[in-house]
């Protein structure tokens, strides 16, 4: 069975994964044109969130192989967290250097119980165009694997 299918309107999609069923709305669906490293095939995404599960979100492929991923905002984890596009980074995502971007840090939980984020290398998204990318801005000097919580 697919992860994604077609819900009842033309707007509307519907997808599955460990939140359960639900409808998403077609224009929420982010295009990441390179994919993600290692996820090159899974182009489209949607970003959800939850009440719950605040303020972790869930980047979920409703295009090409299954994928979701555990996101944060990376000001959040770091409030002092600062990072540069270059002018070419700012093409790529289509945005000019004064657009508001929707910067976004990859969670990962490793299989000793550490929780980590991925502060090096975020997902920027330009919410105008609906792109993203992951980047490795300028002079970006946090860690690959920045420590939320250790293993217990």
């Known amino acids: 069975m697919s992860h994604a299918q077609i819900g009842m309107s033309s707007d509307r999609l519907r997808i599955s994964g460990a939140f359960g069923d639900i409808e998403v709305d077609r224009r929420d669906i982010i295009r990441f044109p390179d994919g993600l490293p290692g996820f090159e095939r899974s ?8 009440e719950a ?5 869930y ?3 409703v295009e090409g192989p299954a994928a979701s991923f555990l996101a944060i905002d ?7 967290y600062r990072c540069e596009l ?4 700012l093409q790529r995502l289509g945005a000019d250097r004064d657009e508001a971007l929707l910067w976004l840090a990859l969670v990962m939980v490793d ?8 502060l090096r290398a975020p997902l920027v998204i330009n919410p105008r165009g609906m792109v993203g990318h992951q980047m490795m801005p300028h002079q970006c000097l946090y860690p690959l694997r920045h420590v939320l919580t250790p293993a217990p």
């Open 111 to 118: 299989a000793n119980g550490a929780i980590t984020v991925n």
């Open 59 to 61: 980047l979920h492929a």
């Open 53 to 57: 599960n605040a303020p972790l979100q």
């Open 43 to 50: 182009r489209a995404f949607v970003l959800l969130t939850s």
């Open 86 to 89: 270059n002018e070419a980074d």
């Open 74 to 80: 990376p000001k959040l984890v770091l409030e002092n």
